[in-house]
């Protein structure tokens, strides 16, 4: 085969290349033996995990293996309801992700289901629908409207042939396909117009072509190839867990040994000591943690859920919290996908047209006076043009819900969407004229269609022949340009008046304005046929025609993203527009949305590709738009950013997102417009396809991760205080403050509910006016550590207190060290029931409503009856060690328990209020 690429070659360079004749085909016989050689037409899916050592490898976790230990202890120490508590933790956390990691290993069977079932090809000179697996290079393929491309086929011979690629390229309009060879090298997918590739959809006219590339050597496959070989990052969520799980360990583990030895050697029985030493072991590791974080987070994704995000890897709802960059596509992500004509130009004069997508709803203005088409011959004449020289429907159809199938009262309506069957092109002028009352339906008994000449890339228009009162018409739209050549006149002031150069001239001004706003702009014209003119062909149709006017059309923006990008920015979330649109249009969308600032660069896919990933690093904060890309220019504009430092959410809904997606920190795909592939690589789907609930992601993210450090301050500070005391207590000679029994009761008592609840506190105001945190911010950055220490300190010093002031009334007795043992119970139980509402706010417990969390308040009262129950009921009390308490003990009690919260509460109010971190949006300056 010769060194040119594909698209660079003739056609008859293809078929020589490809050694077969396009009129016979390929043999039998030689199709078996290219297929023995080249293999199956499909996408290899890798080595597979059996789900059973996926399953087994959810063990091999640090924390895993820690709680394992601690139900091995519980269960020694005759803890059963512990042990059997844990196992059930631990068993849950394996399941969980089993599924996760199962669901994940989807993503290339769904690339698989959008390989084409079936193919016509020809063989032996005879044409044979054919299994799309058995393709082999060189089978010559046919192709017609409707069809999934089977593999990559270099076309030979097209007709009116469009190809909708924007799952692979990310093109929001179908694609006009051409045979002639493409002298340019390095060229994007999306403009190698004499290829079509696997995967995508023909949405209008025929071509034949060959067999160039099968199975994972298309672009498809090269997309299933990135999939597989592209890392899954662990997340921060992830990597501050197994940073704490080692730190708790080994301090956990040194200070119970450091208890041990001091009460042995102050003279405590050694066998106490080592049960004492154990259940501290037991309280200092917080084997609940694990599940409250699994809890947190998955009612965090029942909350998105509500706000149209659906979680589908717990994780990754605190990964979108501290998301500093987010990476989004255009076409139906930022825009609608709906082609929408937004201005049309008509007799000299400028007109704007509302409404959005394919409702047909809107009005077309003149500045602020609306143009009202009755009163408008030349405005009628467009419109009705447009909705008659058109094959596209407009239909509306009811959304499937649950709601929908409920029994209806007269005054509901179901759930409707507008739709478009056919080319979105043409879609746009159907819903402009619909707009006005004009549609097929209505107009059709008035112009009865008799010809027509179809669209074709080579001539770029298309025209009807209508008859009308008597009379045949021509109906005739297409490049202004093109059309331009074939008008004689034009209706001007509603007259139909000689197209002279000056008009010709207006017309041209007109329309590249529309462009530079990056408009794809339509031209209509008509002609009325005398009874001796001939219209068989187009040549005689097309031609003395008189022009009428010019419609521009966009994708338009969807009308919340412009807020939903103002709160990104409040936030220092920068966003990016990954697309595969063209550039103009790109970076018109970006300004209309507000999202690239002065000094932004917008960059091509051709300007990135001659960029090393070193050039691309150095200026990737300075880009706002890249257009024209290919999914290997995503992974390498995701991976610099990453280099970088940021945290990336790729969004995207296509075939060619879905690499980057997986690449990403956290992948976000579409609900609705989304494909299969792009779903099955995320790790967040918006159900709404609404970039406004992004942000609502990253406000639920970020209140999810700020809970956790809510219950992990809590929680540590609680065993920092229950350790300090036994260890306290054992260097100063006394006798132990608490037994073994009551240290794990204490662990059961406040441990579980009180932190629960914490992990379903609702966020602080100003949640959202704050930077992102860094990734590698460590768990107990932001003054957490000192928190913990400081306070659980307090505790353990307080606690100490209130034990050594009851003791010393009577330290020989024994009846008299089981009270100050009680004391000193209640006091280490009340102290830290009170410590969890200080854990609300990271300033203090004055700072917020203590009983806005209800769930908080209940899980606080359970605890107290769980306490008092140990101390009042009469068959508990001996298998506790605990007696009843009098009022003095309780005053006692209440102000040691109290004190630790005073002392901080006093502490930040003394402090000077710090300075907020405002936020402020900016670009570094332009390295032009």
Known sequence: MSHKEWYQMTADEVLQAQQVVLAEGLSWEEADSRQAESGRNELSEGKSVSPITLFLNQFKDFMVLVLMGATLVSGLLGEYLDAITIVAIIIMNGILGFIQEFRAERSLRALKELSAPNAKVCRGGEIHAVPARNLVPGDIIYLESGDRVPADIRLIETNSF?????????????????????????????????????????????????????????????????????????????????????????????????????????????????????????????????????????????????????????????????????????????????????????????????????????????????????????????????????????????????????????????????????????????????????????????????????????????????????????????????????????????????????????????????????????????????????????????????????????????????????????????????????????????????????????????????????????????????????????????????????????????????????????????????????????????????????????????????NIRKFIRYLLASNVGEILTMFLAMMAGLPMPLIPIQILWVNLVTDGLPAMALGVDPAEKDLMQHKPRSAKENIFARRLGWKIISRGFLIGICTLGAFWLVLRQNPGDAEHLVKAQSVAFATLVMAQLIHVFDCRSSRSIFHRNPFQNKYLVLAVLSSLVLMLGVMYIEQLQPIFKTVPLGLEEWIIVLIAAGIPTFLMGIGSIMQSPSKKKTMKYSSKPSLR
């Open 162 to 706: 469009y190809v909708e690629e924007s799952a692979l390229t990310g093109e929001s309009v179908p694609v006009g396909k051409t045979v002639a060879p493409l002298g340019a090298e390095a060229i994007t997918l999306g403009d190698q117009r004499n290829i079509s590739f696997m995967g995508t959809m023909v949405t209008r006219g025929t071509a034949k072509g060959t067999v160039v590339r099968i199975g994972m050597a298309t672009e498809m496959g090269k997309i299933a190839d990135l999939i597989q070989n592209t890392d899954v990052l662990q997340t921060p969520l992830q990597h501050r867990l197994e940073q704490l799980g080692k730190i708790l360990i080994i301090v956990a583990v040194c200070l119970t040994v450091m208890v041990v030895i001091a009460g042995i050697a102050h003279g405590q029985p050694p066998y106490t000591m080592f049960l004492a030493g154990v259940s501290l072991a037991v309280a200092a590791i917080p084997e609940g943690l694990p599940a409250i974080v699994t809890i947190a987070l998955a009612m965090g994704v029942q909350r998105m859920i509500k706000r149209k995000a659906i979680v589908r890897k717990l994780p990754s709802v605190e990964t979108l919290g501290c998301a500093s960059v987010i990476c989004s596509d255009k076409t139906g992500t930022l825009t609608q996908n709906k082609m929408t004509v937004t201005h049309l130009w008509v007799g000299g004069e400028l007109l704007e047209v509302s409404g959005d997508g394919y409702t047909p709803e809107g009005e077309i203005s003149s500045g602020s006076a609306r143009v009202v088409p009755a009163k408008n011959a030349m405005l009628r004449q467009f419109l009705q043009i447009s909705a008659l020289c058109s094959n596209a429907v407009l239909y509306q159809e009811e959304l499937e819900s649950s709601s929908s199938k409920k029994k209806k009262t007269k005054e509901e309506r179901p759930d409707t969407v507008w739709s478009i069957k056919g080319d979105p092109t043409e879609g746009a002028l159907v819903v402009l004229a619909a707009k006005a009352g004009m549609t097929a339906e209505t107009l059709g008994p008035q112009f009865q269609r008799v010809a027509e000449f179809p669209f074709d890339s080579d001539r770029k228009m298309m025209s009807v022949v209508v008859n009308h009162a008597g009379r045949r018409l021509v109906l005739t739209k297409g490049a202004p340009d093109v059309l331009m050549q074939n008008c004689s006149y034009i209706l001007w002031d509603d007259k139909i008046i000689p197209f002279t150069s000056t008009l010709k001239a207006k017309v041209m001004a007109a329309n590249e304005g529309m462009a530079r706003s990056a408009l794809r702009v339509l031209g209509t014209a008509y002609r009325e046929l005398k009874s001796t003119d001939k219209c068989e062909e187009q040549e005689d149709a097309e031609c003395g025609l008189v022009f009428v006017g010019l419609g521009g059309m966009i994708d338009p923006p969807r009308r919340e993203v412009r807020e939903a990008m103002a709160k990104c920015r409040k936030a220092g979330i920068k966003t990016v527009m990954i697309t595969g649109d063209h550039l103009t249009t790109a970076e018109a969308i970006a300004k209309q949305l507000g999202m690239l600032p002065a000094g932004g660069l917008c960059i091509s896919g051709h300007q990135l590709a001659v960029m090393d990933d070193e050039a691309l690093e150095n200026r990737v904060d300075e880009i706002y738009v890249y257009a024209r890309v290919s999914p290997e220019h995503k992974l390498r504009i995701v991976k610099a950013l990453q280099k970088k430092g940021h945290v990336v959410a790729m969004t995207g809904d296509g075939v060619n997102d879905a690499p980057a997606i997986k690449a990403a920190d956290i992948g976000i795909a579409m609900g609705i417009s989304g494909t299969d592939v792009s779903k099955e690589a995320s790790s967040l789907i918006l159900s709404d396809d609404n970039f406004a609930t992004i942000v609502a992601a990253i406000e639920e993210g970020r209140g999810i991760y700020e």
